[in-house]
């Protein structure tokens, strides 16, 4: 793999234009990830799902390299028409069209950077490796003051021209003060066998609001690494929700930074899986400073052999007085062979907090079955009734009504 | 009067030593100390031969670093493996032949080894360094068929039952500090309770490290045949010294068919001074196994001592319908550390496992709650409760939840709660305005907080363990 890495490497450089800075930087990012190379089980985080051996078994030997010079052809008909929208188009990690026709183009600042931050936590290689073969980054800054006016969808596309390719994607979020921005992360696979290594930076300032809706719905048998990372000034706002069903195995990161008083974060997810699909949610949520808070509710849906994990970390600063965390993750398993991890850690230094977590399994209550049965309904329609109300909980705490609407019919709860 | 027994109290009352001329292995980790330690102890080749395997296992094994509590590196070539009073080179026959001084050293502790003086009809064997001391009430044990003794004797006279279930709950080839237990094990005790008896009084142990430099490795092996039932009590304490002192004992229960074991811990090692120098590493494997139907094994502990409490009493629930649970305080002060939980290993059907513990952290100290709960495939209809609650005192200390779960049971149910907090202000201006002082109210406070464990203890410990409490926390308030 070694040789395989530095030649695509070499390729890459050669067909793009890179920036003197940027190549002395994607070289660091390699060798780091050459030292350490894909996370395995004797990681602790990656203690439940081991990235390396699935990719090794579901898709053997990885093309590193990837032609951003080939002009991607977009269907229209995949653009969600429920809703008008601002895109972001992407294809096979390249992004081929912007359009803001809704907002006032001298609100928002875009452009390409030539340079990046280095992946600040070693341990995590595959950052290194989205550095190292990540395509030139765009920024997309929100002035001071402006909201969108419309919310802004992330098409995430991958087309049959890929195969047994690590696709690397990076994009940087810029919130200035008193601005907000409506953000849907849309998936939409055509391809099959990819690992497919995601990094998205949002940096929030005083009183900013930052609404993030990650769907990944089309059955595909891609492999996925997402990590959200995001750092909070004051009173700004974060909400995460996460619905994560289609790729054969994802995993989802989201790391929150609460820097400022009275900022907060929100993270909901749903795994609604099923066949023999691994997916994980980890989140670190980080409170870095007083009378900061966070919430979780992460719901777990398991059919058939599938696995689902939840790592849910609270970390509380010495200096964090008055913190508020809470984190509760459930699931539901539904087949004899699914099975569900979690591992919900509080690590606090501060005494006046008020932090808490809970964590249940099992299986559907049969009293509650019972009940819909005496009134009527198949068992098949009783269960279907129980496990939609059960997801539709953490739905219903998306604060946006418009999206919502839109979310509930796409995953088809109601 | 409450101020100078707090006074009284505030330093470790455990913290002298005895000076009694002591009888060691030369220094240093090597098959010949091994050797030495069988053959003084007069061992068959058979556990010779196991010790030794061991050994050779410990040579490729690792120390593990996984936790959270870190210290410097252990020289194990620079420690006693064997340490005995000079007196027992010729083991007494009864008490009347103790070295006085011995005797002298448990009275200071509250042990009652004389068998006249006993009031609350408790069994003892008392482990002074790496020999086992004394047993008390004996005849009445005999009497119903209960084998309490040292586990050397019990080697010598009951090899059988040694033989058969010896490293059958720890096997040898388990993680490295219980591995190094298997090889180098000096003393410790030996339960046998008969099929269909109900042992009539509480066994103890009393552990006592008095010799500076030596490590402590005892193994205690606890055998509850079918329908028998024991509670069995732990306590421990050495002498205040500047360095640290090892101790990595093995504790290994085995229920049998409806058999149930009580296993209550009250650790009070010398826990270091103000500044976190010296003190105990106590770093403890104990496990238990359900090996029979509808068999129990419950694990109470108060954890107050040491500088360093590494340790998760755990349950293996093999046999069907069985029962394991899990009672835990876990107090730490000054820059004491404690990473402390328990497993719950679901193989059987219909098994049930409950967890409550407590953790209290002060000072500058450091506390962990690590715990695994796994559900099998095949422990259909069982069921987990956990819940941990900390509790922080000041802002310099830390308080740490990691719970592990792990259901691939759809039948089964497992639930996980844990809550972190501070003393509530209403609380205290509630018992203050009653006219407690502030360091009153918070020691009634704690102990409310702590009532759900301190319940599951035997009557005179409870009592012991409630004051411990008390004094574990003097000096923290304020």
Redesign the interface.
Known sequence: MEQKLKTDFDKLISTSNFSNQEIKLKKEALNNFLKNGFPNRKL?NWKFLDINKIIQKNIGELTFYNDYNIENEINDNIFIKEIQHNKIVIVNGKVERLSFEYEESDKINLKILDNFNQNPNDDNSLLSLNNSFSNKIHNILVKKNYSFKKPLIIYQITNEKVSSTNINFQLNFELEENSSIKIINFSYDNSEKNFINNLFNFNLGKNAILKNYKIDKKSNTNIKYDYSSITQKENSISETFIFSSGSYYIKNEVSCNLEGQYSSAFINGIHLLSKNKHHEIRTNTNHLYENTKSYQLIKSVIDDSSKSVYQGKIYVD?KA?KTDGYQLSK?V???????????????????????????????LDEDSIFYLMSRGLDQKTAKELLINGFLLDVVEKITDEEIKKLLKNMIGLN | MRDKQIEDLKDYKYGFSTDIESFKAPKGLNEEVIKFISNIKKEPGWLLQWRLKAFERLKVLKEPNWQKPKYPKIDYQDLYYYSAPKSFKEKPKNLDELDPKLLETYKKLGIPLQEQKRLNGIAVDAVFDSVSVATTFKDTLTEKGIIFCSISEAIQKHPDLVKKYLGSVIPITDHYFATLNSAVFTDGSFVYIPPNVKCPMELSTYFRINASDTGQFERTLIIADKGSYVSYLEGCTAPMRDENQLHAANVELIALDDAEIKYSTVQNWYPGDKDGKGGIYNFVTKRGLCKGKNSKISWTQVETGSAITWKYPSCILKGDNSIGEFYSIAITNNHQKADTGTKMIHLGKNTKSKIISKGISAGKSDMTYRGLVDISNNASNSTNYTQCDSLLMGNKCGAHTVPYIKNKNSNSNIAHEATTSKISEDQLHYCQQRGLNQEEAVGLIVNGFCKEVLQQLPMEFAVEAQKLVGISLEGSVG
């Open positions: 602790e010495s007085q699931a398993l539904l087949n004899e062979q699914a099975e569900f991890n979690a591992k919900p850690e509080l690590e606090i230094y501060a005494d006046d907090v008020k932090c808490s977590h809970g964590s249940a399994s099992g299986s």
